[in-house]
């Protein structure tokens, strides 16, 4: 919601204090003042000037999910939200120095009926941007439901093409990447390697199936071969049966033999429930990529790359734990926000929502270059990092592949190609 | 577009053999941070030669001379501290205490203290030069990055690289004057020698915009274009503007390009095509060169500023960030 304040924000600290100049000597007792002086520059701004605050709830569909095959990819309660949460305290630094806050409150958690319910309510009562989490289904009926209100989502989740593409809404904003952006961003750099012979295992649910058809696509783009397919059946649930690996050892190899000769072995398994069985245990020793092995991904735990040491001790202090992919797109939504409410200096969801779809909206998310939304479906661009767990290994676009428009413009569907009709 | 920038590296390197030996006898040395080799690379700007590699702490960017050019002062980012050198016999004297992180650094005109940006504390740490201590640390915007002070000393500029402002601090009183919006990741500050205008490079932004220090406004923004080269790519960093405020060098990093810009009328008069991901520029101090440091190509370009060309490639060590020039 936005509206005007008489008096400072609660989030806020006084306008006129001082910014402490430490004298030599007492400097740990005076380190703690520090932090709580430090959102205190102020120039010309008085003590009773309005402030314009601007409401954003962070909404997270509740649902059921398969148990990752690893302990270590169990995902954290608040996943995404944190992101969210650092953006708001990023977005007030700058906020503060025009009048401007952001407010976020609790996580909203619910299941589908309940989450569009209580979404729908609250941008009745007056807040106008929702980050969200949940499955593609659950969007679209969100933004449906919230047709006509003067409301905008950032889909931070959901990779499905459709929702970029035939699915597409005018008040939908992607900043999660889309499977076609991270294939894109994974076969280009296995074209760079000439490593072009093919083979695909996918797994059986719906979005090990997306990806798995986005891989597809896109290595025929780029003029890969793919030689053979192959789903890969298993029992759900049963992960923690004692002893598999002396069976997983001899399966795998049994399961590739069959394979003709190929560079790399690529794995669809987006539910994390067989992709980490396969890297050294195939029958004839080969690269594995897609989910597991080499992997795209808009986030990299890892990356120091573009100055983003400070932004990664930034989340680690806020959230106790690394930043993943999702809290990464819910930081650059709410970024986005506030990079608008900055240079438009307005606190208005409409002046907002257009000054983001405008040539002139460039956000600075740790990506070495500005990342804008595309005008015909509302995607972010962004490069992408193929990656190992522990450490990038490239970030796409891959030198050579180049774009009239945007370099960034050759990962996913591009503008000839979009069947979204919303923007136009 | 890369077998252009290798084509024309090449081609700079035969023109500059052949230049070399009309070249009048100004020997300053140039000092070079190595910022993945954790060296320092000494070049001679009589002969373009790298005549000492000097061994530094880890990470090594912002460097600048102080204790009347005697000295050499190194940010070493990894160690936390900056070293000091001899700038003369390049021996080791002492560790001068920074504060988390030190990138970026600026002298007082008056030669003591020393500013310094602390990326990760969102910090300006005032060191005391002579005596090796901490004075202040001034509470600044997120990821401070670019340093500048005025010509009178009065005020220490800082840019905040996630906040994107340019921030006047009073160097006696710290308190904070003016915050000044510019564009996204502010990276250097630089003024005029007059003191009457901040220039203000914003590498994603892709511009740089020019304050009056007077009016604390932003007065014009400089944009760039190239043919070629996508506005992604497109990305300053480096200004050096002569003593006279006639003409302005601004490097594109990863366009591979030093910017000419008329002072006066902010107008780009041409892009001259250096080495790979150019960050820092400092003239020679009789301003007929321009050295650059290109991070990705691990060399330095050396610009002639009269013939507005590069003429000369001189590699150094991986990484190379910073660059200042001694003026004897």
Redesign the interface.
């Given at each position: 919601m936005v509206r005007n304040r008489q008096q400072r924000h609660s989030g806020l600290r006084p306008w006129r204090h001082?910014?402490?100049?430490?004298?030599?000597g007492s400097?740990a007792v005076?380190?703690g003042l520090?932090s709580i002086?430090?959102p205190?520059?102020?120039?010309g701004v008085a003590q009773d000037a309005k402030v314009t605050t601007i409401s954003i709830v962070y909404a997270s569909q509740e649902r059921e999910r398969l148990a990752p095959l690893s302990l270590l990819d169990f995902r954290p309660p608040s996943e995404g939200y944190d992101g969210a949460k650092l953006a708001i305290e990023?977005n007030n630094?700058?906020g503060r120095?025009?009048n401007q806050s952001f407010a976020m409150g609790d996580m909203l958690s619910a299941k589908r009926d309940e989450l569009i319910e209580k979404v729908v309510a609250a941008a009745k009562s007056g807040t106008s941007f929702f980050v969200v989490d949940a499955t593609a289904d659950t969007l679209v009926a969100l933004s449906d439901a919230l047709n006509g209100l003067p409301a905008v989502i950032f889909n931070a989740g959901a990779h499905d093409e459709r929702l970029r593409e035939e699915d597409c809404r005018a008040n939908v904003k992607h900043t999660a990447a889309s499977y076609a952006m991270l294939a894109d961003a994974m076969t280009q750099y296995l074209t760079w390697k000439q490593w072009t012979r093919l083979v695909l295992v996918s797994g059986p649910q719906p979005e090990d199936k997306l990806f798995a058809e986005a891989l597809k696509r896109s290595a025929k783009r780029f003029g890969l071969k793919l030689l053979a397919e192959q789903e890969f059946v298993y029992e759900a649930g049963s992960r923690r049966a004692d002893g598999g690996f002396e069976q997983v050892q001899k399966q795998i190899p049994t399961f590739t033999q069959e394979f003709p000769e190929h560079d790399v072995l690529l794995v669809s398994d987006v539910a994390n429930q067989f992709g980490d069985y396969f890297p050294f245990r195939t029958w004839k020793p080969r690269a594995i990529a897609g989910t597991h092995g080499l992997y795209p991904t808009a986030w990299h735990p890892a990356s120091e790359l573009w100055?983003a040491?400070?932004?990664q001790?930034?989340f680690q202090r806020l959230a106790g734990r690394v930043m993943k992919p999702v809290d990464y797109a819910a930081w650059m939504a709410v970024r986005s926000i506030g990079?608008a409410a900055?240079r438009t200096n307005s606190g208005d969801p409409k002046v907002l929502i257009d000054y983001m779809l405008s040539p002139k909206f460039?956000?600075?998310a740790f990506k070495?270059?500005?990342l804008t939304y595309r005008p015909w479906n509302a995607q972010l661009r962004q490069p992408i990092f193929v990656a190992t767990p522990k450490i990038h290994v490239t970030v796409s676009p891959q030198?050579?592949f180049l774009h009239q428009v945007?370099?960034?413009d050759t990962l996913g569907l591009d503008e000839p190609e979009t069947k979204c009709k919303a923007f136009r | 577009m890369?077998v252009t920038v290798h084509s024309l590296a090449a081609a700079i390197v035969a023109a500059g053999a052949l230049c070399t030996a009309s070249l009048p006898a100004n020997a300053y040395r140039a000092f070079i941070s190595n910022e993945k080799d954790n060296t320092v690379s000494v070049i001679d700007t009589h002969t373009w030669k790298v005549i000492e590699t000097m061994k530094v702490g880890q990470r090594p960017r912002g460097i600048l001379l102080a204790h009347g050019k005697e000295w050499l002062l190194i940010c070493t980012s990894d160690d936390n501290r900056i070293e000091v050198y001899d700038a003369k016999t390049y021996a080791f004297i002492k560790n001068l205490p920074s504060g988390p992180?030190p990138e970026l650094m600026v002298l007082h005109p008056s030669g003591n203290p020393l500013y310094v940006a602390n990326?990760?504390d969102?910090?300006v740490t005032v060191v005391d030069v002579e005596e090796g201590?901490?004075?202040?640390?001034?509470?600044?915007?997120?990821?401070p990055e670019g340093m500048a002070v005025s010509p009178d000393g009065k005020t220490v500029i800082n840019t905040s690289?996630?906040?994107?402002?340019a921030?006047f601090?009073d160097t006696t009183?710290?308190?904070?004057?003016?915050?000044i919006?510019v564009d996204?990741?502010p990276r250097v500050a630089q003024f005029t020698d007059d003191g009457k205008q901040l220039w203000v490079s914003a590498e994603?932004?892709?511009t740089v915009s020019i304050i009056d220090v007077a009016k604390?406004e932003v007065i014009h923004k400089i944009t760039f274009e190239i043919p070629g080269i996508?506005?992604?790519?497109i990305?300053p960093v480096g200004i050096a503007i002569n003593k006279d405020a006639t003409k302005a060098f601004v490097a594109l990093g990863?366009a591979n390009r030093v910017a000419v810009i008329d002072a006066a009328t902010h107008t780009v008069e041409k892009y001259i095509l250096v080495g790979q991901r150019v960050w820092n520029i400092s003239f020679t101090p009789d301003e007929k060169y321009i050295l650059t440091t290109n991070g990705v190509s691990n060399d330095v370009t050396v610009i002639d500023t009269g013939k507005l060309r590069g003429f000369k490639s001189i590699p150094v060590g991986r990484y190379p960030w910073g660059v200042t020039i001694t003026d004897d």
């Open positions: 001082r910014l402490v100049a430490v004298v030599n400097l005076l380190a520090i002086c430090m205190s520059v102020s120039h990023d630094t700058t120095f025009l100055g040491t400070q932004f001790n930034r990079e900055t460039e956000l600075a070495g270059q500005k030198p050579g945007s370099v960034l | 890369k992180d990326e990760d969102n910090l201590k901490i004075v202040a640390k001034v509470p600044v915007g997120v990821e690289e996630t906040t994107n402002m921030h601090i009183t710290y308190e904070t004057k003016a915050n919006l996204n990741r994603i932004g892709g604390k996508t506005a992604e790519a990305q990863p």
